[in-house]
């Protein structure tokens, strides 16, 4: 029903917006009132166009956005770089092991040990996300650690509550098969063009559209577009946090974020800019 009446939403708009745009213009010919005068007909002139402008240019919200939040977060990126080698490979044994004491050793957690492992495997998500946002070399990991980050935002909220797996299920359904194939089309294209690393952009779209198309593809379903079962997934995930758990919705929101900021990132340096043959 979301997706028919969106659909049927947007279908309107189009059939109406020319109808509506050719009968206001026809009306403003025949039937010409001038405008009202406003609040800013009695500011002095300079001050009027000076928040014009700043209307113009959004009060510099780009800038702002760019300094105090992108910054921070490539700047934090960019002191994970450690997270290479064995440190990986533990944090990710770390991942394996909790949800495996409890779901096969039966192991009993207390309810707060529930929760703090909730909030520290979301936490974990968002390391590992802007890790990936940030890598600039190796495009195989920044891929794989997308997919851990919806790995461990499905451990944490299995943690945070008991609820049937299937939730999971449906959830990881799409980023599997999206973080499989797109993984075979990066070796692929590895094995084709050679170079591939995220320092610069590559442009091999123009060579290899099909591909870069199927690749796409992928990148919508690993960051939950309505192509997958991962777009309920998605809302079935929140549906089990609880509202007094801000910290842990900030965290599991932020990951979503990025990981679709990283999905771009990643599609954009690999398919498209200059051409790396010409």
Known sequence: ???AGNAFLRTYQLLVSPSSVSYLIREQFFNFQPAARTIEGFLPKRLSSTFYVLGMKEFFLDGALYRFFWQPFKSIGRRLDFLKGWPLVIILVIMITVPGMKYLLHVDFSENQNH???FVFALAGVVMVLKSFTERRQVFVAWWLVVANHVSVAIAISL????SMSHNVIYLSGIALGGVIGFLLLRKLKSIAGDMDLDRFHGYVKYYPKLSMAFFF???ALSGFPITPTFIGEDLIFSHIHEEQVGLA???SLSFILDGLSLIRIFARVFFGPSVRS
């Not at 945070?160 to 609820?163: A, H, K, L, M």
Request: charged residues 5%; proline residues 0%.
């Open 1 to 3: 029903f979301h997706f």
């Open 160 to 163: 945070n509550e008991n609820y």
């Open 116 to 118: 703090a492992f909730s």
């Open 218 to 220: 992928c990148c919508l």
């Open 250 to 252: 900030v965290l599991v």
